[in-house]
C-alpha cells in the first residue's frame, strides 16, 4: 500500500515527465560560423565553439536555465 511520501513521488514524477521529453526533443545546435557562447567567429564550418571552455560555459548556463524552468513549475 503506497504511503504519502510513494504518492508524492508518483505526483513530482509525473509533473516532470513533460519536461524531460520536452528536453529530449529539443533541437541540437547548429553550426553558424560563430561560437554559440562568446559570438567569436569560428575557424571550421564544423565548430560550436570557440574553445572547450566557452562550451563548458554554454552547458553550465543550459543546465541552470533548465532547473529553473523545472523548478518553477514545482513551486507553489
Known amino acids: ?36 557562447n562568446c559570438d567569436e567567429p569560428l575557424e571550421r564550418r564544423d565548430q560550436l565553439f570557440w574553445d572547450r571552455e566557452c562550451a563548458r560555459d554554454f552547458e553550465k548556463r543550459e543546465r541552470v536555465a533548465c532547473r529553473a524552468v523545472t523548478l518553477g513549475g514545482l513551486q507553489a
Do not use: F, T, Y
Not at 13 to 34: F, N
Open 1 to 36: 500500500m503506497a504511503d504519502d511520501a510513494d504518492r508524492a513521488q508518483i505526483e513530482i514524477e509525473a509533473e516532470l515527465r513533460p519536461a524531460r521529453l520536452a528536453a529530449r526533443a529539443s533541437p541540437r545546435l547548429v553550426s553558424s560560423g560563430k561560437c554559440h
